[in-house]
């Protein structure tokens, strides 16, 4: 089925700290993996994509890892700064690849 | 601002009743879905069209419908409302239809039923 876990649900570091979110997805097809952030009452924005032919993609302090093996890809965020607090979404393929389907969300909260 | 517009931002009807929610996707894209978010729920997806079909469909009600015109707006018709209905509703659009293209998400419709 279509299923993508995503932990943890919330998430509280102090600004400056690393913060890592980690989705695991049930398709080893799935090809292209998004990361939105949702900022309160905002629509939800892409902030960084990985696709299935490389392992590790990086945009300043965000990160995304992939291992295919163990179908899981993660989000990692550097130097937290208070502005990083939102939910954050992960997503994949759904099956046929026509559309996406979203992880729960995780609640990041930076403390300053 | 994604390019992608929806209104009206804010509805609010009664048990019941029925409503229409409008999708403006981004000039170009071709493809418009459509996701409900409850109170601290993840984005549920609805529907895609695209280029005037549908393309998928996920958990949608019977009492909820969609449709894409000609020139490429979508609409999504929610009928019989109940309480629970009450969500926001967001639309996203992409270039073409398949899930590894990137979605631009518009600023939601929230909708309350009372």
């Known amino acids: 089925g279509e299923n993508v876990e995503q932990h943890p649900s919330t998430l509280s570091v102090q600004e400056g700290d690393s913060a890592v979110i980690k989705c695991t997805y049930s398709d080893s097809a799935s090809n292209y993996f998004p990361w939105y952030k949702q900022e309160l009452g905002k629509r939800p924005q892409l902030i960084i994509d990985i696709r299935s032919n490389v392992g590790e993609k990086k945009d300043q302090r965000i990160a995304v890892t992939l291992n295919k093996t163990a179908k899981h890809f993660s989000l990692h965020i550097t130097e937290t700064q208070p502005e990083d607090s939102a939910v954050y979404f992960c997503?994949?393929?759904?099956?046929?690849?026509?559309?996406?389907?979203f992880g729960t969300g995780t609640r990041l909260l930076v403390s300053p | 601002d994604s390019g992608v517009t929806q209104t009206p931002k804010h509805l609010i009807t009664a048990t019941g009743q029925r409503v229409t929610l409008r999708c403006s996707p981004r000039?170009?894209?071709?493809?418009v879905y459509w996701y409900q978010q409850s109170l601290d729920q993840g984005l549920q997806f609805l529907i895609q069209?695209?280029?005037?079909?549908?393309?998928a469909k996920g958990n949608i009600l019977e009492r909820f419908s969609a449709q894409q015109f000609p020139d490429l707006h979508s609409e999504l018709n929610l009928s019989s409302l109940e309480l629970g209905d009450s969500a926001l509703y967001f639309c996203?659009?992409?270039?073409?239809?398949?899930?590894?293209?990137?979605?631009?998400f518009g600023p939601g419709t929230r909708l309350t039923v009372l």
């Open positions: 069209y695209y280029n005037g079909e549908e393309r």
């Open positions: 000039s170009g894209d071709l493809s």
């Open positions: 997503a994949e393929p759904g099956r046929g690849f026509q559309k996406l389907v």
């Open positions: 996203a659009s992409s270039l073409m239809g398949q899930g590894y293209n990137e979605q631009f």
